[in-house]
T-cell receptor, first 112, second 117 residues
Framework: GENVEQHPSTLSVQEGDSAVIKCTYS??????FPWYKQELGKGPQLIID???NVGEKKDQRIAVTLNKTAKHFSLHITETQPEDSAVYFC???????????WGAGTKLIIKP | KAGVTQTPRYLIKTRGQQVTLSCSPI?????VSWYQQTPGQGLQFLFE???????NKGNFPGRFSGRQFSNSRSEMNVSTLELGDSALYLC????????????????FGPGTRLTVL
C-alpha cells in the first residue's frame, strides 16, 4: 500500500536560519501533498499544500517543492522564528482513494 | 464559523472499561476522520465517515468502532480498554460535495486526551 516516509524526525536550527523537511511517497498515483503544523496542545493545521501539476509553491516564508520523478516533496521554511517550533507532518493522497497517508512527523526546534 | 469540537477534552478510564468520544465537524462538512496519536508517534488513521457510511478503515482491532449521524456528528467507541489505548484522539472534518470530489483539506479538533489506568 501507499507509504510516506518523512525525515528527519527531529530538526534543530538556529533562529533566522532555514529548515528543510523531506518526504518520500511510494504510490505514483498520489497527486495531492499537504503539510500540516501541530503546535503543543493543538490539532494539526494545514500550512501549505501542492498538487502534482505544480513543481513549487510559496507562501511568504514557507515553500513546498515536488519532484514527481523521484517521488519526493519537501517543506522549506526560511528565516525561522521561535513560533515555527512545532511538529510538522507531510501527507499524500490520490484522487482514486482520497485517503491521506501521513508521514511520521518532524519535531522542529528553533534555538534562540 | 465554529471549528471542529471534540468532547470530552480529557478522560480517565480503567482497563476493561469502554469509552465513547464525540466529534462535531465544521458546519457543512460531511467527512469526518479519526486519528490516534501517541507520544513520539505520528497520526495513526482509525477510520473515516462520509454521509453516515464508513469509507476507509485503518489497521486497528475491532475494539475500535465509530459511527456518523445524519447531522455529520461522529462518535468513536473503544471497548475493553487496554493500557496501550492511552493516547490523544483527534477528529478531523473536511468539505466535500461528494466523497470523491471537493477540498480534501482536513480541519482538526483539539483532541480528546484518553488515559487508561
Amino acid at each position: 500500500g501507499e507509504n510516506v516516509e518523512q525525515h528527519p524526525s527531529t530538526l534543530s536550527v538556529q533562529e533566522g536560519d532555514s529548515a528543510v523537511i523531506k518526504c518520500t511517497y511510494s504510490d505514483s498515483a498520489s497527486n495531492y501533498f499537504p503539510w500540516y503544523k501541530q503546535e503543543l496542545g493543538k490539532g494539526p493545521q494545514l500550512i501549505i499544500d501542492i498538487r502534482s501539476n505544480v513543481g513549487e509553491k510559496k507562501d511568504q516564508r514557507i515553500a513546498v517543492t515536488l519532484n514527481k520523478t523521484a517521488k519526493h516533496f519537501s517543506l522549506h521554511i526560511t528565516e525561522t522564528q521561535p513560533e515555527d517550533s512545532a511538529v510538522y507532518f507531510c501527507a499524500a493522497s490520490a484522487d482514486s482513494n482520497y485517503q491521506l497517508i501521513w508521514g511520521a512527523g518532524t519535531k522542529l526546534i528553533i534555538k534562540p | 464559523k465554529a471549528g471542529v469540537t471534540q468532547t470530552p477534552r480529557y478522560l480517565i478510564k480503567t482497563r476493561g472499561q469502554q469509552v465513547t468520544l464525540s466529534c462535531s465537524p465544521i458546519s457543512g462538512h460531511r467527512s469526518v476522520s479519526w486519528y490516534q496519536q501517541t507520544p513520539g508517534q505520528g497520526l495513526q488513521f482509525l477510520f473515516e465517515y462520509f454521509s453516515e457510511t464508513q469509507r476507509n478503515k485503518g489497521n486497528f482491532p475491532g475494539r475500535f468502532s465509530g459511527r456518523q449521524f445524519s447531522n455529520s456528528r461522529s462518535e468513536m467507541n473503544v471497548s475493553t480498554l487496554e493500557l496501550g489505548d492511552s493516547a490523544l484522539y483527534l477528529c478531523a472534518s473536511s468539505l466535500r460535495l461528494t466523497y470523491r470530489t471537493g477540498n480534501n483539506e482536513q480541519f482538526f479538533g483539539p483532541g480528546t486526551r484518553l488515559t487508561v489506568l
